[in-house]
């Protein structure tokens, strides 16, 4: 079963990711994989380089994450044309691991962009996870360091929550602790697997 899983920014969709992972999952984490084309060496960082230029490399040849974000979360522009680079890149790999995924079992497309990219209505059931966006304003300035605005321009880049929460099959409201958020969980891959 083809399972999607979304949610604004530190709405806390890596952790519901993990406690289904946990269970039993198998996960694609499409986070992870925009990391990988845009590794150290890689053709994908060469085109980033080609259009951004070379101060968007650090002194070790990694891409600057911060740089790059702080300029495409304050441009939209920007933003397009580092997406018309990565997701290109991302689909390709994204389609070899799928082939690779059990074919029985619950598959989870872990994927902060399902709905701006349309495709919500690809899989078997899309869970949802929502925060208030004070709570996720306060989530990134705590852990990631950037001030409120720049956690605004995140915000800002995405579907709004009432965007997502139609595309939703099981909607889990991340307001309580993370005992109520495992319990929510469960209780989803319990209704998957039955
Ligand atoms: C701009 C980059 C280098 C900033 O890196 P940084 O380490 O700060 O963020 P990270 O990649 O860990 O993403 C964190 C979160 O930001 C949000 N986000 C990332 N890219 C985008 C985007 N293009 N539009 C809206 N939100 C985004 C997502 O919620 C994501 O979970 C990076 O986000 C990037 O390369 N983005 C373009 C690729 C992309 O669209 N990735 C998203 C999923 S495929
Ligand atoms: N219910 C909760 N109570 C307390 N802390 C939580 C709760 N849910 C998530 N968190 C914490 O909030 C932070 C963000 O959560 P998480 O990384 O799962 O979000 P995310 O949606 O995957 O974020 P990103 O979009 O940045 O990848 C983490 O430090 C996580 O431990």
């Known amino acids: 079963m083809r399972v999607g899983l979304t949610g604004g920014i530190a709405s806390g969709k890596s952790t519901v990711s993990s406690i289904l992972r946990e269970l039993g999952a198998v996960v ?3 986070d992870q ?3 990988e084309v845009v590794a150290k060496g890689t053709p994908g960082l060469a085109a980033v380089v080609e259009a951004f230029g ?3 490399l650090t002194p ?3 891409l600057d994450r911060p740089r790059m974000g702080a300029l495409v979360f304050g441009d939209e522009a920007a933003r397009r044309r580092l997406e018309g680079i990565v997701h290109p890149l991302v689909f390709e ?3 070899e691991l799928e082939a690779a995924a059990p074919a029985d079992g619950i ?3 872990d994927i902060p962009l399902l709905v701006e990219s349309g495709r919500a209505a690809e899989f078997d059931a899309v869970i949802v996870v929502d925060a208030p966006v004070e709570t996720q304003v306060e989530r990134m ?3 990631r360091g950037w001030t409120e605005d720049e956690a605004h321009a995140r915000i800002a ?4 929550r009432e965007q997502r929460r139609v595309v939703a099959t099981y909607l889990i409201e991340n307001t309580g602790t993370l005992e109520d958020l495992r319990r929510a969980v469960v209780e989803v891959f319990e209704d998957l697997t039955a």
Request: hydrophobic content about 50%; overall charge negative.
């Open 141 to 143: 300035v705590r852990d």
């Open 157 to 160: 880049a995405q579907a709004t």
């Open 54 to 56: 070379a101060e968007m």
């Open 107 to 109: 598959v989870v497309h």
């Open 28 to 30: 694609i984490d499409a």
């Open 60 to 62: 070790d040849g990694e």
């Open 33 to 35: 994989i925009a990391r």
């Open 93 to 95: 790999r994204y389609a």
